[in-house]
């Protein structure tokens, strides 16, 4: 038996080492094509304007805010979608207010609290037909959280700080990516 072990180590040391001795540049390198998540970029001027749109589709839905009788549906990193739920069987889709990179909303009283990339804004919504952002604290978010997609285990395209800042991801097959968590 302990010759058998002794042949055994042997033979797959032998193997080892002749594997060591074959140049790297000479073994065959398939490229890796894996599902994972590319980062969205853009520029200040695109991140930062805020627009209200007519209502559209949802497509990617967030989180979801109800202030009697209307609801507040974030559209991960486009914006936030505003309904009229008065009656319940026959909800009406008022206006899509446009915030690049938002990812949570909340209200309390007639203001509504939205990220927008780094910054945190304010809406006064009292009257949804004339929506008025009323503060915006510039800086809020640390922008090295945005180098990671939230609540993401897999793989994923590293970040280039030089294409702009990130404002969202997106599903898509990378090849030979460097990057995952």
């Known amino acids: 038996m302990n010759c ?45 304007s805020i627009d209200a749109l007519p209502p559209r589709p949802v497509s990617k839905l967030g989180k979801i805010y109800y202030k009697k009788p209307y609801i507040f549906v974030n559209e991960l990193y486009e914006g936030i979608h505003i309904i009229d739920n008065s009656n319940p069987s026959d909800p009406i889709f008022l206006k899509f207010l446009k915030i690049v990179g938002n ?33 915006t604290i510039e800086g809020l978010y640390n ?17 280039d700080s030089s294409k702009g800042i990130v404002i969202g991801w997106e599903e898509t097959e990378l090849t030979d990516p460097k990057c995952w968590r």
């Open 4 to 48: 058998l072990m002794l042949k055994s180590f042997v033979i797959l040391s032998l193997i080892t080492l002749a594997s060591c001795l074959i140049p790297q540049d000479e073994i065959a390198q398939e490229s890796i094509v894996a599902s994972g998540l590319k980062p969205i970029y853009a520029s200040n001027e695109e991140w930062k």
């Open 143 to 159: 922008e090295q959280n945005l180098i990671f997609p939230d609540a993401y285990e897999g793989f994923f395209e590293c970040v």
């Open 103 to 135: 990812k949570d909303i909340a209200i309390k009283g007639n203001y509504l609290y939205a990220d927008n990339v780094t910054d945190l804004l304010v809406f006064n919504i009292e009257d949804l037909d004339d929506i008025t952002l009323v503060n």
